[in-house]
């Protein structure tokens, strides 16, 4: 499975992104699909996830702000009211993926897409 995101950039305070990430390759199903970032010297962290169920996580600093949808293989991140301390690399991300329908759960990242917020 290959994951291929894109969307990021620079934007002003204030201002919008919206980030794609498209899943490719051999796959049966793909349970959790998600965005983390990493700022420079920081751990990273999950943003957002969504579920095949539908089932919603969002980090707490971005709440309200951040929404995260899916369709087919294709996960989204619209990023409104973005902050400075949203600039980071932001990496899509599947979990629990098999691909076959005997085949164990597997975890895939994708490369990261710069996201910088000026003030």
């Known amino acids: 499975v290959q994951l291929q995101a894109s969307g990021g950039g620079s934007v002003q305070a204030g201002g919008s992104l919206r980030l794609s990430c498209e899943a490719s390759?051999?796959?049966?199903?793909?349970?959790?699909m998600g965005w983390y970032r990493q700022a420079p010297g920081k751990q990273r962290e999950a943003v957002a996830r969504i579920d095949s169920g539908g089932t919603l996580y969002y980090a707490d600093s971005v709440k309200g702000r951040f929404t995260i949808s899916r369709d087919k293989n294709m996960v989204y991140l619209q990023m409104n009211s973005l902050k400075p301390e949203d600039a980071a690399v932001y990496f899509c991300?599947?979990?629990?993926?098999?691909?076959?329908?005997?085949?164990?759960?597997?975890?895939?990242w994708g490369h990261g897409t710069l996201v910088t917020v000026s003030s």
């Open positions: 390759g051999s796959f049966f199903t793909i349970d959790v």
């Open positions: 991300n599947v979990e629990r993926v098999r691909e076959s329908r005997a085949s164990p759960f597997k975890t895939y």
